[in-house]
């Protein structure tokens, strides 16, 4: 970040509820090394909404034609009640007006009945499902606070939304392991058409007690598996994101996610009680290290430039590559890989991503893919 510029906020992940009614086993925000959320309240009230939009209304004003795209996410979400949430879009929607570029709700789906179907499609907000995939997959991590499976009701919610007509993209995390290609044709079984896939949050200090006694790479095996079932169907309608990253960095685009890191981040995470965060997925790595100690009831976005070096240096995209990094023909399309994945207590971000060897074999594969595809490698 240069010195005296604060680039515009893009996109804000505004918590709208702490607690979850499930209790992912991979969760970095209850299963982590970080305990904050016991101590901000349940829910936003809607003076701290009023006060959140402001701030970002004003935010807006500072870059003249700027827009923020808004995500409502926990905890879970819809635990904050139809009248409630209904009162929450007309709060922003009211104070954005025409700076609001996009505005969603990211569920793991289980209170979504018809109700629910019908408010969001009555306030025009789109929706992200969290699915894993069939039952086997999905309920080995994804379990409610009674140790049950939770698939049989995301999908039913994810039925009642796209019987509603609603947008809705599916977001899928990695089970190193699986079989990938089941995962894709499960989801495509349920007429999902916008997939986006993400590696699991865990720092090298967790890595091997979770993932080290896979084989190589098993990350990877699990993506080009979903890759050639993707490829297979040949069906253009069909998004993943993580994967035309993959074939789009390769090519010599840009991400047009934090995956792989090296960029600036574009978001910051508003928690219910105002406090600004940066990547809240370093919960995973420690206690704290997402502080920026601001929070919207006494401070503008761009107090940011103020924030604390790793903060300012994180959301600028200043702290350079780990040092074994630099050397690596990948480095100009990984990045470096995403900052909570190369973390260590001994240290720092001085490490090269957990999911390094992955990634490596994804940019290999999706190399030969391309040149095995005589007419995409020509253009």
């Given at each position: 970040m240069a010195a005296g510029v604060m680039p515009p906020v893009s996109g804000v992940v505004l918590k709208v509820v702490a607690p979850c009614n499930l209790d992912c086993r991979y969760c970095y925000v209850y299963n982590g090394h970080d305990t904050r959320w016991r101590d901000r309240p349940a829910v936003i009230d809607e003076a701290m909404a009023r006060q959140v939009v402001a701030r970002l209304a004003r935010h807006c004003d500072a870059w003249p034609g700027h827009r923020i795209g808004i995500c409502?996410?926990?905890?879970?979400?819809?635990?904050?009640?139809r009248r409630r949430f209904r009162r929450l879009v007309e709060t922003?929607?009211?104070?954005?007006?025409?700076?609001?570029?996009t505005l969603n709700v990211q569920t793991n789906a289980v209170l979504l009945d018809r109700?629910?179907?019908?408010?969001?499609?009555?306030?025009?907000?789109?929706?992200?499902?969290?699915?894993?995939?069939?039952?086997?997959?999905?309920?080995a991590e994804r379990v409610d606070h009674r140790g049950r499976g939770s698939q049989l009701r995301t999908v039913a919610g994810l039925r009642h939304a796209l019987d509603a007509g609603l947008d809705v993209s599916v977001l899928c995390v990695v089970k190193p392991g699986a079989p990938g290609g089941d995962v894709y044709r499960f989801l495509?079984?349920?007429?999902?058409r916008h997939i986006d896939f993400l590696l699991p949050d865990v720092p090298h200090d967790d890595w091997p007690a979770r993932f080290g006694h896979l084989p190589p790479a098993a990350a990877a095996d699990y993506l080009i598996d979903v890759a050639e079932a993707w490829l297979a169907e040949d069906d253009t309608g069909v998004f993943?994101?993580?994967?035309?990253?993959?074939?789009?960095?390769?090519?010599?685009?840009?991400?047009?996610?934090?995956?792989?890191?090296?960029?600036?981040m574009s978001y910051v995470v508003i928690e219910t009680d105002g406090a600004i965060l940066a990547n809240d997925a370093l919960r995973s790595c420690a206690q704290g290290l997402d502080e920026t100690g601001l929070n919207v009831a006494a401070h503008d976005i761009d107090a940011l430039l103020g924030a604390p070096p790793l903060i300012r240096d994180l959301i600028g995209g200043a702290i350079p590559p780990a040092a074994a990094c630099r050397s690596?023909?990948?480095?100009?399309?990984?990045?470096?890989?995403?900052?909570p994945h190369r973390y260590s207590r001994a240290r720092g971000f001085d490490n090269p991503s957990v999911?390094?060897?992955?990634?490596?074999?994804?940019?290999?594969?999706?190399?030969?893919?391309?040149?095995?595809?005589?007419p995409l490698a020509a253009e």
């Open positions: 409502l996410h926990g905890g879970e979400p819809l635990m904050l009640g922003i929607r009211e104070g954005m007006g025409d700076r609001l570029a109700a629910w179907a019908e408010l969001l499609g009555e306030l025009n907000v789109s929706l992200g499902i969290s699915l894993d995939g069939p039952a086997e997959i999905h309920d495509r079984s349920l007429d999902v993943i994101r993580f994967l035309s990253d993959v074939f789009g960095l390769v090519l010599g685009g840009s991400p047009r996610t934090d995956a792989f890191g090296g960029g600036p690596c023909p990948e480095l100009a399309t990984c990045g470096g890989g995403y900052m999911w390094c060897a992955d990634i490596r074999k994804l940019f290999a594969y999706a190399r030969e893919r391309l040149a095995a595809q005589t």
